[in-house]
């Protein structure tokens, strides 16, 4: 079992649709993270946030929209998404920025 | 730029040691890891080792760093049907927050 919860599980969703995924731990940790994962890829790093702060994005599109409301969640906001973007959604969190991330079962989003 | 490397498949017999190898190109790495992600599943960290470490031993585990080669490697002892799943090399490099991660290694079991 992973101490980072993510929900829901699995999405569907169509291209005009507005939804979120939830990430949650409570490691007391104070970074935390969201990767994406295509299959039989490795994860890529979308966006970090410290201290509940957005640190880094990586060149994301405006339809993902993070939001850190505390230092326990982290929210992924889905708006007008294509369907290349149908992959595993990852959250991460760590101590400090420089310390070993763990990660949560992920939510398998699916764009219609 | 910053770089791991692993080979994409391994098969062993159940009950063998498997090892998988990995090499980076980032020195200033502070940690080196080993992810694994079974099926449908999220990455679990598996062992990590610092970089002035040259060894770690956990359980059936065992981490070998050669930091002169910028070799990683993975031992697995007696390996059973659980361990088949991707494992995924990964450093720290040159950046705090940012994991790179290698292609993965898909380990299977013979019986």
Redesign the interface.
């Known amino acids: 079992d992973t101490e980072v919860t993510q929900t829901p599980k699995h999405l569907v969703m169509g291209m005009t649709n507005k939804k979120s995924l939830k990430c949650e731990q409570h490691m007391g940790h104070r970074a935390m993270y969201w990767y994406k994962q295509k299959a039989k890829k490795p994860p890529e790093l979308m966006f970090v946030y410290s201290y509940e702060k957005l640190s880094i994005n990586e060149s994301v599109p405006s339809r993902f929209s993070p939001e850190c409301p505390n230092s326990s969640l982290l929210n992924l906001h889905l708006h007008a998404l294509q369907p290349e973007d149908s992959a595993l959604y990852l959250c991460a969190s760590s101590a400090g920025l420089s310390q070993p991330q763990h990660f949560g079962d992920g939510t398998r989003l699916s764009i219609l | 730029g910053e770089d791991v490397e692993q080979s994409l498949f391994l098969s062993v017999r159940e009950g063998d040691s498997s090892v998988i190898n990995c090499t980076y190109t980032d020195s200033s790495s502070?940690?080196l890891?080993w992810?694994k992600q079974e099926p449908?599943?999220?990455?679990?960290?598996l062992t990590?080792i610092f970089s002035n470490m040259d060894m770690k031993q956990d359980q059936r585990l065992t981490v070998l760093l050669n930091k002169k080669d910028k070799h990683l490697s993975l031992r697995i002892a007696d390996t059973q049907t659980g361990d088949s799943a991707i494992y995924?090399c990964a450093e720290?490099g040159s950046s705090?927050?940012?994991?790179i991660?290698?292609?993965?290694t898909r380990l299977s079991i013979r019986p």
């Open positions: 502070t940690y890891y992810y449908g599943a999220g990455l679990q960290l990590y995924f720290n705090a927050s940012k994991i991660f290698g292609s993965g």
